[in-house]
Protein backbone atom coordinates (compact mmCIF):
# COMPACT_ATOMS: atom_id res chain seq x y z
CA UNK A 1 0.00 0.00 0.00
CA UNK A 2 1.69 3.53 -0.95
CA UNK A 3 -0.74 5.87 -0.46
CA UNK A 4 -0.38 8.02 2.73
CA UNK A 5 -3.44 10.32 2.61
CA UNK A 6 -5.21 9.45 5.06
CA UNK A 7 -7.94 11.35 6.88
CA UNK A 8 -6.96 13.72 10.04
CA UNK A 9 -8.99 14.54 12.58
CA UNK A 10 -9.08 17.54 14.24
CA UNK A 11 -11.16 19.07 17.64
CA UNK A 12 -13.00 21.97 18.08
CA UNK A 13 -14.33 23.49 21.49
CA UNK A 14 -16.93 22.29 22.52
CA UNK A 15 -19.78 24.73 22.58
CA UNK A 16 -23.45 24.36 23.34
CA UNK A 17 -25.81 26.66 20.83
CA UNK A 18 -29.16 27.99 21.30
CA UNK A 19 -30.62 28.66 17.60
CA UNK A 20 -33.63 30.28 16.80
CA UNK A 21 -35.63 28.17 13.77
CA UNK A 22 -35.83 30.53 10.46
CA UNK A 23 -37.14 28.40 7.70
CA UNK A 24 -38.95 25.01 7.60
CA UNK A 25 -38.94 23.27 4.09
CA UNK A 26 -40.04 20.01 2.59
CA UNK A 27 -36.91 19.36 1.01
CA UNK A 28 -37.87 15.90 -0.27
CA UNK A 29 -40.51 12.53 0.14
CA UNK A 30 -38.85 11.56 3.16
CA UNK A 31 -36.55 14.74 4.41
CA UNK A 32 -38.08 17.42 6.70
CA UNK A 33 -35.56 20.42 6.52
CA UNK A 34 -34.35 22.76 9.60
CA UNK A 35 -32.82 26.10 8.76
CA UNK A 36 -31.11 27.67 11.58
CA UNK A 37 -29.39 30.72 12.97
CA UNK A 38 -28.46 33.45 15.64
CA UNK A 39 -25.83 35.10 17.40
CA UNK A 40 -24.64 31.66 18.54
CA UNK A 41 -23.51 30.16 15.54
CA UNK A 42 -20.75 32.50 15.66
CA UNK A 43 -17.58 30.29 15.13
CA UNK A 44 -19.34 26.83 14.75
CA UNK A 45 -17.14 24.58 12.62
CA UNK A 46 -17.55 21.15 10.66
CA UNK A 47 -14.76 20.06 8.48
CA UNK A 48 -15.71 16.73 8.48
CA UNK A 49 -18.51 15.53 5.83
CA UNK A 50 -19.79 13.22 8.19
CA UNK A 51 -19.72 15.58 11.22
CA UNK A 52 -22.19 14.73 14.30
CA UNK A 53 -24.03 17.49 16.41
CA UNK A 54 -25.93 16.75 19.46
CA UNK A 55 -29.20 17.81 19.29
CA UNK A 56 -31.42 18.66 22.03
CA UNK A 57 -35.55 17.75 22.04
CA UNK A 58 -37.18 18.93 25.51
CA UNK A 59 -40.77 17.65 26.34
CA UNK A 60 -43.47 19.40 24.73
CA UNK A 61 -43.47 22.63 27.08
CA UNK A 62 -40.46 21.82 29.21
CA UNK A 63 -37.72 24.70 28.88
CA UNK A 64 -34.29 23.59 28.30
CA UNK A 65 -30.93 25.98 29.66
CA UNK A 66 -28.27 24.98 27.43
CA UNK A 67 -25.22 23.28 29.52
CA UNK A 68 -22.10 24.99 30.40
CA UNK A 69 -19.05 23.90 29.58
CA UNK A 70 -16.59 24.82 32.30
CA UNK A 71 -12.82 23.47 33.20
CA UNK A 72 -14.13 20.81 35.35
CA UNK A 73 -16.61 18.85 32.70
CA UNK A 74 -20.22 20.14 31.23
CA UNK A 75 -22.43 21.47 33.93
CA UNK A 76 -25.86 20.49 32.80
CA UNK A 77 -27.78 22.47 35.45
CA UNK A 78 -30.81 21.44 37.20
CA UNK A 79 -33.62 19.75 35.88
CA UNK A 80 -34.43 17.44 33.46
CA UNK A 81 -31.78 16.93 30.64
CA UNK A 82 -33.57 16.19 27.47
CA UNK A 83 -33.45 13.64 24.99
CA UNK A 84 -30.81 14.24 21.76
CA UNK A 85 -29.54 12.12 18.77
CA UNK A 86 -26.95 13.17 16.81
CA UNK A 87 -27.81 14.46 13.23
CA UNK A 88 -24.68 15.89 10.14
CA UNK A 89 -24.73 19.30 10.24
CA UNK A 90 -25.09 21.70 6.92
CA UNK A 91 -23.01 24.41 7.39
CA UNK A 92 -23.78 27.52 4.73
CA UNK A 93 -21.15 29.51 5.93
CA UNK A 94 -21.96 32.60 3.37
CA UNK A 95 -25.36 32.78 4.85
CA UNK A 96 -24.33 32.10 8.38
CA UNK A 97 -27.01 29.02 8.51
CA UNK A 98 -27.15 25.98 10.09
CA UNK A 99 -29.33 23.21 8.26
CA UNK A 100 -30.61 19.62 9.18
CA UNK A 101 -32.64 17.55 7.52
CA UNK A 102 -34.68 15.30 9.58
CA UNK A 103 -35.51 12.37 8.11
CA UNK A 104 -39.30 11.47 8.57
CA UNK A 105 -40.12 8.50 10.01
CA UNK A 106 -42.94 7.48 12.50
CA UNK A 107 -41.99 7.52 16.45
CA UNK A 108 -39.13 9.25 16.66
CA UNK A 109 -38.69 12.01 18.60
CA UNK A 110 -36.32 13.73 16.32
CA UNK A 111 -38.47 13.37 13.43
CA UNK A 112 -41.69 14.35 15.56
CA UNK A 113 -40.14 17.83 16.49
CA UNK A 114 -38.58 18.76 13.07
CA UNK A 115 -42.52 17.91 11.43
CA UNK A 116 -44.46 20.17 14.08
CA UNK A 117 -41.23 22.99 13.87
CA UNK A 118 -41.82 26.06 13.44
CA UNK A 119 -40.39 29.96 13.00
CA UNK A 120 -38.98 31.00 15.85
CA UNK A 121 -38.71 28.11 17.56
CA UNK A 122 -35.64 27.55 19.04
CA UNK A 123 -33.31 24.44 19.18
CA UNK A 124 -30.09 23.61 21.30
CA UNK A 125 -27.43 21.40 19.79
CA UNK A 126 -23.68 20.59 20.75
CA UNK A 127 -20.72 20.31 18.52
CA UNK A 128 -19.39 18.95 16.63
CA UNK A 129 -17.02 18.10 19.28
CA UNK A 130 -14.04 17.04 16.06
CA UNK A 131 -13.85 15.95 12.55
CA UNK A 132 -12.70 13.72 10.28
CA UNK A 133 -11.12 15.48 7.54
CA UNK A 134 -11.10 13.18 4.24
CA UNK A 135 -9.78 14.20 0.93
CA UNK A 136 -12.25 15.00 -1.52
CA UNK A 137 -10.00 13.82 -4.51
CA UNK A 138 -9.23 10.66 -4.00
CA UNK A 139 -9.23 8.64 -7.25
CA UNK A 140 -11.91 5.52 -6.30
CA UNK A 141 -14.59 6.20 -3.42
CA UNK A 142 -17.39 4.37 -2.18
CA UNK A 143 -19.89 5.68 -0.09
CA UNK A 144 -22.86 3.09 1.70
CA UNK A 145 -25.33 4.44 3.63
CA UNK A 146 -29.26 4.17 4.69
CA UNK A 147 -31.60 6.93 5.01
CA UNK A 148 -29.68 8.06 8.36
CA UNK A 149 -26.46 8.87 6.12
CA UNK A 150 -28.01 10.50 3.10
CA UNK A 151 -27.74 14.25 4.14
CA UNK A 152 -24.02 13.43 5.21
CA UNK A 153 -23.47 11.45 1.71
CA UNK A 154 -25.11 14.88 0.16
CA UNK A 155 -22.55 17.20 2.05
CA UNK A 156 -20.05 14.76 0.49
CA UNK A 157 -21.51 14.87 -3.28
CA UNK A 158 -22.18 18.42 -3.52
CA UNK A 159 -18.44 19.26 -2.39
CA UNK A 160 -17.07 16.29 -4.74
CA UNK A 161 -19.03 17.74 -7.69
CA UNK A 162 -17.33 20.81 -7.94
CA UNK A 163 -13.85 19.51 -8.23
CA UNK A 164 -11.60 20.59 -11.60
CA UNK A 165 -11.43 17.47 -11.59
CA UNK A 166 -13.94 13.96 -11.28
CA UNK A 167 -12.98 10.88 -9.09
CA UNK A 168 -14.85 7.00 -9.75
CA UNK A 169 -17.35 7.52 -7.13
CA UNK A 170 -19.59 4.75 -6.37
CA UNK A 171 -22.69 4.97 -3.86
CA UNK A 172 -24.75 2.21 -2.57
CA UNK A 173 -27.83 3.60 -0.59
CA UNK A 174 -30.71 1.02 0.83
CA UNK A 175 -34.03 3.12 1.23
CA UNK A 176 -37.70 2.18 2.57
CA UNK A 177 -39.67 3.57 -0.16
CA UNK A 178 -38.30 4.45 -3.78
CA UNK A 179 -39.82 8.09 -3.21
CA UNK A 180 -36.80 8.84 -1.06
CA UNK A 181 -34.40 9.36 -4.08
CA UNK A 182 -36.07 12.47 -4.71
CA UNK A 183 -33.34 13.91 -1.75
CA UNK A 184 -30.15 13.20 -3.95
CA UNK A 185 -32.13 13.61 -7.54
CA UNK A 186 -30.08 16.58 -8.42
CA UNK A 187 -26.79 14.84 -7.81
CA UNK A 188 -27.97 12.14 -10.43
CA UNK A 189 -24.71 12.91 -12.61
CA UNK A 190 -23.15 10.65 -9.80
CA UNK A 191 -23.00 6.32 -9.78
CA UNK A 192 -25.49 5.65 -7.29
CA UNK A 193 -27.22 2.57 -6.91
CA UNK A 194 -30.34 2.12 -4.96
CA UNK A 195 -31.58 -0.92 -2.92
CA UNK A 196 -35.50 -0.47 -2.42
CA UNK A 197 -36.86 -2.42 0.98
CA UNK A 198 -33.47 -2.75 3.10
CA UNK A 199 -32.21 -5.88 1.85
CA UNK A 200 -28.63 -6.46 3.92
CA UNK A 201 -27.97 -9.56 1.45
CA UNK A 202 -29.08 -7.28 -1.83
CA UNK A 203 -26.28 -4.25 -0.72
CA UNK A 204 -23.77 -7.05 0.20
CA UNK A 205 -24.12 -8.41 -3.70
CA UNK A 206 -23.58 -4.98 -4.71
CA UNK A 207 -20.55 -4.67 -2.75
CA UNK A 208 -18.78 -8.13 -3.83
CA UNK A 209 -18.92 -6.92 -7.42
CA UNK A 210 -16.59 -3.78 -6.46
CA UNK A 211 -12.90 -3.98 -7.25
CA UNK A 212 -11.32 -1.79 -4.94
CA UNK A 213 -8.15 -0.13 -6.61
CA UNK A 214 -4.44 -0.90 -4.85
CA UNK A 215 -4.03 2.22 -3.57
CA UNK A 216 -5.60 6.31 -3.86
CA UNK A 217 -8.95 4.87 -2.87
CA UNK A 218 -11.96 5.61 0.29
CA UNK A 219 -14.65 3.35 1.87
CA UNK A 220 -17.29 4.93 4.21
CA UNK A 221 -20.12 2.93 5.29
CA UNK A 222 -22.68 3.94 7.72
CA UNK A 223 -25.97 2.16 8.41
CA UNK A 224 -27.64 0.41 11.22
CA UNK A 225 -25.01 -1.26 13.76
CA UNK A 226 -24.94 -4.37 13.53
CA UNK A 227 -25.60 -4.02 9.14
CA UNK A 228 -22.52 -1.97 9.49
CA UNK A 229 -20.58 -4.18 10.92
CA UNK A 230 -21.62 -7.30 8.76
CA UNK A 231 -20.99 -5.11 5.72
CA UNK A 232 -17.42 -4.22 6.64
CA UNK A 233 -16.48 -7.39 6.99
CA UNK A 234 -15.98 -7.54 2.98
CA UNK A 235 -13.53 -5.07 3.17
CA UNK A 236 -11.64 -6.29 6.51
CA UNK A 237 -8.47 -8.45 4.28
CA UNK A 238 -4.82 -7.34 4.08
CA UNK A 239 -5.22 -5.87 0.43
CA UNK A 240 -7.28 -2.79 2.40
CA UNK A 241 -5.49 -0.25 3.93
CA UNK A 242 -7.83 0.31 7.48
CA UNK A 243 -7.50 3.35 7.95
CA UNK A 244 -8.90 4.14 4.47
CA UNK A 245 -12.24 2.44 5.36
CA UNK A 246 -14.72 4.55 7.98
CA UNK A 247 -17.67 2.21 9.30
CA UNK A 248 -19.70 3.98 11.25
CA UNK A 249 -23.03 2.79 13.32
CA UNK A 250 -25.35 5.56 13.03
CA UNK A 251 -28.27 3.71 14.61
CA UNK A 252 -29.18 0.68 16.06
CA UNK A 253 -32.38 -1.52 15.70
CA UNK A 254 -33.84 -1.81 19.51
Known sequence: ????????????????????????????????????????????????????????????GATFVPPVVTDEGINWGEGVRPQARDYTPLYDEARH????????????????????????????????????????????????CDESGMPALRRRLEAIAKLPVRPEIHAVVTIGDASYKDYLA????FNISWVVGHSEQAVADRLAAFNVPTEDYFIWLTGEGKVVKSLSRQFENDEIDQQLVRASAYWHAK
Not at 133 to 141: F, G, I
Open 1 to 60: MTSTRYPQRVRNDLRFRELTVLRVERVAAGFQRIVLGGDALEGFSSRGFDDHSKVFFPEP
Open 186 to 189: HLSE
Open 97 to 144: ELVFDFFVHDGGVASNWALQAKVGDKLTIGGPRGSLVVAEDYAWQLYV
